[in-house]
């Protein structure tokens, strides 16, 4: 049974995080560990099934909607229904959701716009640039999905400015 669990440190899940995302698509540890003791909208939601920690979802209350920032379900676990379940649960009396994917270039990343896909998400045709996590990074352009809302600019901005500090 999959249960999420919210955690206020990164012990538990930080392989998970540290495995799936290349450095250039995640923030460094010490800054998820800020976040989690000063920024009351960010989240961290450990994944177990039976027991065993085999995932992570952050995400970020922005007012009428959330943002899905990282999610992660051990690559053992892939392919078996547990990210479908996860998102199932997370999804639950939730208000609209919105996720960065990458771009639908390469067969992984249409295997993952497929997932979203596949629970109602919709790829928003507009471009879209995640700001760098750290000084000195390029920007990385990537593709914005989600259950319910149109694109707007002030969405993108309003990602930009609460979750990467940017105007």
Not at 48 to 70: A, F, N, P, Q, S
Not at 91 to 118: D, H, N, S, T, W
Not at 128 to 152: I, S
Request: proline letters at 6%; glycine letters at 8%; charged letters at 30%.
């Amino acid at each position: 049974m999959i249960v999420l669990r919210e955690l206020k440190t990164m012990a538990p899940v930080e392989r998970f995080y540290l495995e799936a995302f290349p450095r250039e698509e995640r923030r460094e540890v010490e800054e998820i560990s800020r976040l989690l003791s000063d920024e009351p909208r960010y989240h961290l939601l450990g994944i177990e099934d039976e027991g065993i920690v085999v995932g992570l979802l952050t995400y970020w209350e922005l007012g009428e909607w959330y943002y899905g920032e990282h999610f992660a379900i051990d690559s053992s676990c892939r392919g078996h229904g547990v990210g479908a379940e996860v998102m199932k649960s997370f999804l639950l009396g939730k208000r609209q959701i919105i996720f960065e994917v990458e771009l639908p270039e390469e067969e992984m990343a249409c295997r993952r716009i497929g997932f979203y896909e596949r629970l109602g998400f919709k790829l928003w045709d507009m471009p879209y640039l995640q700001p760098p996590y750290r000084v000195g990074d390029a920007p990385l352009p990537l593709r914005l999905m989600t259950n319910g809302m149109e694109p707007t600019e002030a969405i993108v901005k309003a990602i930009h400015t609460s979750v990467y500090g940017v105007d």
